[in-house]
């Protein structure tokens, strides 16, 4: 059979639930701590954070389907599915055997995957009767997914964003704003957080870390709020799955089996996503696929971090994870244009790589950068730099292919575009980006300040 350019699902072919991998989990991810008490989170611990039905999904580590709520699936379906593209054009251009597809999240507004947490998320905060939600974002895609999801719903949306994103991406802030949010830099002094940090670092240009304990103070101390995040927990890879599904769905429709799956790696949310029913086959041992997640050498959490619980955020306000992390201090050096650089990885993928079940790689930005190029000029789509990392593993799995004469079937995840990102390809063009990869000294100081549990 023709593989067609792009493999589009029916609407009635779209999933109707969403996938919990950790069901099928030998090895069950390690809970959220009390950072007072070291005793696991219970559901009423967490309850002043985040929505009661979010915080279900967050400790559910045995029910693997939960039903995409109705309002939630008529969402979805002003972008979804997604299509899943046949690489035929950088096949060619590389010349290789090989069999390239990708999901392709970046066709809506907010430009990445995010949006199909944000809504979710949204959802569940409406029905509970909230006023709003707080948030933090770094780049900005989080926080304008969330602004639409928001603005659909008529929920109030607060985001605390990065202070040095906030003043280099004016536009992103604005398409935030247009959804109808409050953004606010972080640090700020509207925290009593934001001030602390203030106080002891003047001029900081905040983290997402920072960001973070700004958006959990917000929520906590402001009746009818509470805090969402886009990444990391285990209830954002949940509503990833989604990406996940509608790729094995596709791949199904032609009979197509994929060898290699690659996905690049921040907080792990579109990763955890996009692998999850396949690592579901690989527990069960009815298939096997090589899965590869890709991080930048600049934040190498996966590649260079250790296995142990750390604090979410700088203010050390949140529970304890426990999860591949390089210190809950980590920061990446300044001329890190990349994205994906949260100091730890989703406590569900990382037992999974401590188990061996997946593997990963870490690469320098210039080379994420010419993929990108590489891969804009044949395929049409300005990628993002956080998903041009999955792009420079999948050239790179292509180009061996190339060597051997294999025909491996290579699916990868397009998490999104790069429209907002021009001042990192312009750096790019004019050779002013360089590769600062930390020294084992520049990670010992993060990893020195581990909580010790
Ligand atoms: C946020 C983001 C990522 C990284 O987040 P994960 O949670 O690791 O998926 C990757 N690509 C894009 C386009 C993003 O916006």
Redesign the pocket.
Known sequence: MDIPYKIYLNEDEMPRAWYNLRADMKNKPAPLLNPATHEPMTASELAPVFCEELIAQELDNDTAYFPIPDEVFNFYKMYRPSPLVRAYCLEKELGTPAKIYYKFEGNNTS????LNSAIAQAYYAKKQGLKGVTTETG?G??GTALSMACAYLGLDCRVYMVKVSYEQKPFRREVMRTYGATVTPSPSMSTEIGKKILSEHPGTTGSLGCAISEAVEAATTTEGYRYVL???LNQVLLHQSIIGLETEAALKKYGIKPDIIIG????????GGLIAPFMRDKIKGVADYRIIAVEPASCPSFTRGVYAYDFCDTGKVCPLAKMYTLGSGFIPAPNHAG??RYHGMSSTLSQLYDDGLMEAISVPQTEVFKAAERFARVEGILP?P??SHAIKAAIDEAEKCRETGEEKTIVFGL??TGYFDMVAYEKFHDGKMDDYIPTDEDLAVGLSQLPKI
Not at 264 to 271: D, K, Q, T, V
């Open positions: 430009g990445s995957h995010k780049a895609q989080w886009g990444s990391v690049c790696a921040g907080g792990g949310s579109n990763l994205g994906l993002a956080e998903s998490t999104g």
